[in-house]
């Protein structure tokens, strides 16, 4: 259908994009993978782009990357993987009476004695900043057509959004951020990209607590792990939340079920060895297993976990992965 939908984007009609061209390609596209998103327009005045965004979900890029590289050459059309970075002086974002542009918008950086590798920044609003909400979502949008997608969804590690008034430091033009994020990178990557964690004999502990409502916790984590003083070469953090039914053993899991998340568990660790991806742990409590791995990129677990949703419909599982230099997700098990 590529050359009806070249006309229906060409003629630049929003309606007819979403009825006549996203509304025909998203349940071909959700029999792929969920969470694809779509943005087209004419690239030149003979090509038509789609792109193929994913919202900035970690778990979902590799998904979008690997269906543009699947995509076929055709003449008129340009496929791309993720929202691109702009040119920043062609950006500008308008949402009611509020304006994000490099004019309005600035950036300044937190260094954490504690966490120094930590990428933690401050972007300021000139402008009227009451609506908080609204400014964050209007910078946030500005970062995404700025730094585009993958960036602002990897370089970053933490950041708030004030208005000027609340600025604490000195305001640096946010021309200048791709500059500062790229200088960040590379001096993170040549501390800790060759830094493997030797095979060590792993040293779990059985810990076991109570939740607020009274039901039991109870946890199997690599302490010696958890101790290991390089967690910075292991970056992403990823949890696999696997739902069951626990009523009846007090939100443990019965025997059954323990036994296929167990089976399931090892499958992924199976998966992943020898990929850089460390295992951590795992932890049960109020029908919810929770097992945990650190590693060096976001890819391949991501489609582990996904070929594990599949695999096992008859549970519910919420897979999540995103960036923990310092894995603060586990301060519960290292401070206790």
Request: aromatic content about 14%; glycine content about 4%.
């Amino acid at each position: 259908m590529e050359k009806i939908f070249y006309e229906v984007v060409e003629k630049k009609d929003v309606k007819a994009i979403e009825k006549d061209f996203f509304d025909v390609i998203a349940p071909k596209l959700n029999q792929v993978n969920e969470g694809y998103y779509f943005l087209t327009g004419m690239s030149d005045d003979t090509t038509a782009e789609l792109i193929i965004t994913v919202e900035g979900e970690i778990k979902n890029i590799v998904f979008a990357e690997e269906l543009i590289d699947a995509a076929p050459k055709l003449s008129h059309w340009k496929f791309t993987a993720l929202k691109p970075e702009m040119d920043i002086q062609q950006i500008s974002v308008s949402m009611g009476d509020y304006q994000f542009s490099k004019d309005t918008i600035f950036f300044y950086s937190n260094e954490q004695e504690e966490y120094p590798d930590e990428i933690d920044l401050v972007f300021v609003f000139k402008g009227n900043a009451e609506n908080k909400d609204k400014i964050t979502t209007g910078v946030c949008i500005f970062l995404d057509n700025y730094l585009g997608e993958l960036n602002f969804a990897t370089q970053i590690d933490t950041f708030t959004v004030v208005g000027i008034n609340e600025a604490e430091k000195e305001l640096v033009p946010i021309e200048k951020l791709k500059d500062f994020l790229q200088w960040r990178e590379r001096e993170f990557i040549e501390k800790y990209k060759s830094v493997e964690r030797a095979d060590k004999e792993a040293e779990f502990s059985i810990l076991r607590a109570d939740l607020e409502n009274g039901r039991p916790l109870l946890a199997c984590m690599d302490m010696s792990l958890l101790k290991y003083d390089a967690k910075t070469s292991y970056p992403w953090v990823a949890v696999l939340k696997i739902y069951y039914d626990g009523d009846n053993n007090d939100g443990l899991p019965e025997k059954e079920d323990f036994e296929k998340l167990s089976d399931i568990e090892n499958k992924v660790i199976d998966e992943l060895q020898g990929e850089g991806y460390l295992y951590i742990g795992r932890e049960s409590a109020d029908n919810v297993k929770e097992s945990y791995f650190a590693g060096k990129d976001f890819r391949k677990i991501s489609k582990v976990f996904n070929a594990i949703k599949q695999d096992n419909p008859e549970y519910r599982i919420s897979p999540g992965i995103f960036k923990d230099k310092y894995w603060q997700y586990f301060k519960y098990y290292t401070e206790n």
